[in-house]
């Protein structure tokens, strides 16, 4: 395949000295290479990003028959629209950081209590020239996989998945414990002030859902509802991800949902779940672990797994995390059950916003279709088919409505209405 601006310092030399460094391998010959994008088959975790896949054939002394290897190559982008925005953002700087020091430290904080946990893919190889470069071991090769989004995931899966986040959220907040600016480059999530301009996709899908009210099957006194919530949509959410939850604090990784998540199998048996690709470091944020545990429940189990399971895979997660922060040795206060449960209640206009605008979008094959999590890598242009996907799920959106509204999850906006009126009366 033809090489790209990116990709065209990928030779044989590189390769070479990868190999070599890597496995400690001598005489290595390279005898054919390939450097390829990601496919687009729906189970290629690389797949729809900006990733390649680079495939060698060689010998070595070691391997005198030809062997094939895989990994999987990020480069910055030189040329094109992507390119300012990659600057603004530092997505490599971060993710080199998580690679290089965050996830390694993780990983031996949490391998004191006994047992050795991936977390996410090996860094084999990062640089900064001749161009911004992070390579990882292909996870495919042993197995991993991701699931098919638009089916959700398995009571199992999930299960699975919430614990490895319990790992992920009790090693940073050890880690915080120890010094609370262990994570200085990651203090701005998707929603801060600072990325309001590059957020209304949210309010605007939510004043679109209430508008469409009569066409999804929505009833009038609920729609009369949601049009008031876009107003406050974004400051709503803001606050939950500045939420103080009683001074606990972990590091989240922003876009934790079924393709950021690899499962690996035994035969039919779930054996693993590495839950970090590469290309999403960039959104990691320091904040109240209800970041992560909200988007998760809004955009990646089934429906009828979250309708009959949301509460027990609360408590699986909260039972894992307290578990392994009370081993690890953490000395500050351990939120409760209770206080997950109050402050998942207290922000639950960051549910109702999910289900809204995460939920539906985030269960569609096509990848124009998923929203602006990334603000520092926002496009004005991206061409989602809003009124297309709200029609396509709407009844599960609708039964998701219904169950918000009673427990009033609804009335934040109306509240606010409520409380301007009763200060202009007695302004006046």
């Known amino acids: 395949m033809?090489?790209?601006?990116?990709?065209?310092?990928?030779?044989?030399?590189?390769?070479?000295?990868l190999i070599q460094t890597q496995y400690g391998e001598t005489e290595v010959k390279i005898k054919a290479y390939d450097v390829e994008p990601a496919s687009a088959d729906i189970n290629d975790p690389y797949a729809r990003s900006s990733m390649n896949r680079i495939l060698i054939k060689y010998t070595s002394k070691e391997n005198p028959t030809e062997a094939v290897i895989t990994f999987v190559a990020k480069i910055k982008p030189t040329e094109g629209l992507l390119v300012e925005q990659f600057k603004k953002a530092d997505v490599f700087e971060k993710e080199i950081l998580m690679y290089k020091s965050v996830l390694p430290s993780?990983?031996?904080m949490i391998a004191k209590l006994g047992s050795v946990i991936e977390l996410a893919p090996q860094l084999i190889y990062s640089s900064e020239t001749p161009s911004d470069l992070v390579v990882l071991e292909d996870?495919?090769?042993?197995?991993?996989?991701?699931e098919n989004q638009t089916l959700g995931l398995s009571y199992e899966q999930s299960k699975m998945a919430v614990e490895k986040?319990?790992?992920f959220h009790a090693a940073s907040a050890m880690m915080l414990s120890e010094n609370g600016q262990a994570f200085p480059k990651f203090t701005k999530g998707t929603f801060h002030a600072e990325h309001k301009d590059k957020l209304s996709?949210?309010?605007d899908t939510i004043r679109m859902v209430g508008e469409m009210a009569a066409e999804l099957d929505i009833s009038q006194s609920m729609a009369d509802k949601l049009l008031k919530l876009p107003a406050k949509a974004l400051q709503k959410a803001i606050e939950a991800y500045e939420s103080d939850f009683k001074g606990f604090k972990v590091l989240n990784h922003g876009d934790f949902w079924t393709n950021n998540i690899l499962f690996k199998y035994q035969g039919n048996e779930l054996v693993d779940a590495i839950f970090v690709r590469v290309v999403d470091f960039q959104n990691c944020v320091v904040g109240s672990p209800i970041i992560d545990l909200v988007y998760f429940l809004a955009a990646s189990p089934a429906h009828e797994v979250l309708e009959k399971h949301r509460d027990e895979l609360v408590y699986i997660y909260h039972e894992t995390l307290v578990l392994l922060l009370q081993k690890m040795g953490y000395m500050k206060s351990i939120p409760s059950l209770l206080e997950l449960q109050v402050e998942l209640l207290k922000h639950g206009s960051l549910q109702v916003i999910y289900a809204l605008t995460v939920s539906p979008f985030m269960r569609t094959k096509d990848a124009h279709n998923t929203p602006p999590m990334q603000p520092?890598?926002?496009?004005?242009n991206q061409s989602t088919n809003v009124k297309q996907v709200l029609?396509?799920?709407a009844p599960s959106t609708v039964a998701q409505l219904?169950?918000?509204?009673?427990?009033?999850?609804?009335?934040?906006?109306a509240n606010e209405s409520k409380i301007k009126g009763l200060m202009s009366r007695f302004q006046r």
Not at 139 to 146: D, Q
Not at 376 to 380: D, E, R
Not at 404 to 412: H, I, P
Request: cysteine-free; aromatic content about 16%.
């Open 376 to 380: 520092t890598l926002h496009s004005p």
């Open 165 to 167: 986040l319990a790992f």
């Open 2 to 17: 033809p090489k790209t601006a990116e990709t065209k310092f990928v030779n044989s030399l590189f390769l070479t000295n």
């Open 201 to 203: 996709y949210f309010p």
């Open 106 to 108: 993780m990983v031996t």
């Open 402 to 413: 219904k169950a918000y509204e009673m427990v009033g999850l609804l009335d934040w906006g």
């Open 139 to 146: 996870l495919t090769a042993r197995g991993y996989s991701v």
């Open 391 to 393: 029609r396509a799920h």
